[in-house]
């Protein structure tokens, strides 16, 4: 058995095992989607009145995967279920066990099979450079507990979308636009926060100069994508184009919290501390929201800048490591979680060069206590009473030293830039 494949299985029996022991309440939206799609089918799923959470702000592709693992869990619950009534020296207290847990820890497979699929494209996209280095990048993603804690321990979803771009990535350098064009549409379908990737993409596409037959063979197929998927959501007699729109418009970017920060231990933390606030807010003559636009703006510039001048592995890669950094670290209305997409890239840089290993350390660490916040999970009183003294002064401190450790990163880009 290769290497990888053993590495794979381990992390793979270890997460599963590990999604059975606890789940965030976030995942209480997914059992409720997953259930009531198929109470009201897609023609009513979003024009339902009566959630027993919150109602569903994410595009189709989210709820379909929801619903599958709904199905997925009577499956297996039947196929178990079947066996405890048919063979006596069955034990009755897994059907208890699975009862209680079951439905939540598939809800993470998702997220799980997603942090595999990670570490499986940086190890093939490494491997050219050296084995070894490509098996180093693999492990040093899988063990990293930022990474664990998200998808085995919460099962949030950043890390589907955040496979699905750098599978595009992929398809890219290996100048196949139409695959690369169609896996960033699913991930934009499912979730869609890795937008912000998009003008890279494109950019890096461009320069490869593909035929006007391959852009047009690739952009049919995001319309499939994004249309064929959502007709059984689509009302009788409206257009499936202006259904989506709508959908995007009115439910994944209007019903959000639109706060300073959402718990992000970024530069708005350490300024105006994680207490939920509008970003509409003040600060000098602009709202944070606009200081956090143009700032995110400044810095995307010298990332289409290093794709137009090279199309390589580490151009790329770089680029994206930035964009991902800086929307969190400069754009408002930031979640904890939504450092997940810097990880991959960063990951692919250190095993690269062990100079960002530091960054690396300090980001995972500064991150995973964010995610810690709130939840305290496993609760563990000191760290609790540390974060919490003193009106949350660390939150603040820690956001300051993530914003340092980007301004460093920065710093390298730029003489990546300059090369």
Known sequence: MRTITKILLTFFVLRFTLSFITWHPDINNHVDWGIRFFEYWPEKFYRANVWSFTWPNQPPGTIYMFAGIRK?????????????????AFPSNIMLFFEKTLYQSLLKLPSILADLGIAYLIYKLLQEKKKKIAILGATIFLANPVVWYNSTIWGQ????????????????????????????ALSLYIKISLIIFVPILILFALKQKYSISGWIVGLV??????????????????????????????????????????????????????????????LGPFPYRTWGNMLFGLSYLPALFLVFKKQTLNSIVWALGLVSFSSFMLATNMHERYI????PYLTILVAQNSILLPIYIIVSTISLLGMYNFWWFPRIEPIVKIMSMGDRILPRILGLINFFSFILFYKRFLAVLKK
Not at 167 to 181: C, H
Not at 340 to 343: R, V
Request: glycine content about 2%.
């Open 72 to 88: 997925l869990f009577e499956w297996v619950f039947s196929f178990f279920w079947s066996i405890n009534i048919s063979v006596p």
């Open 157 to 184: 979803t950043d890390s589907v979308i955040s496979f699905f771009a750098l599978l595009s990535v992929f398809f890219l350098l290996q100048k196949k636009i139409f695959w690369a064009l169609l896996f960033i």
């Open 221 to 282: 197929g995001i319309a499939a994508i994004f249309i064929i998927p959502s007709l059984p959501f689509v009302p009788q007699g409206k257009s499936p184009f202006v259904w989506i729109f709508e959908i995007y418009k009115d439910k994944v970017l209007t019903q959000q919290l639109h706060v300073i920060t959402a718990n992000a231990f970024n530069l708005w933390a350490a300024i105006a501390g994680i207490h939920e606030r509008p970003d509409t807010t003040l």
């Open 340 to 343: 997940y997409p810097l990880f």
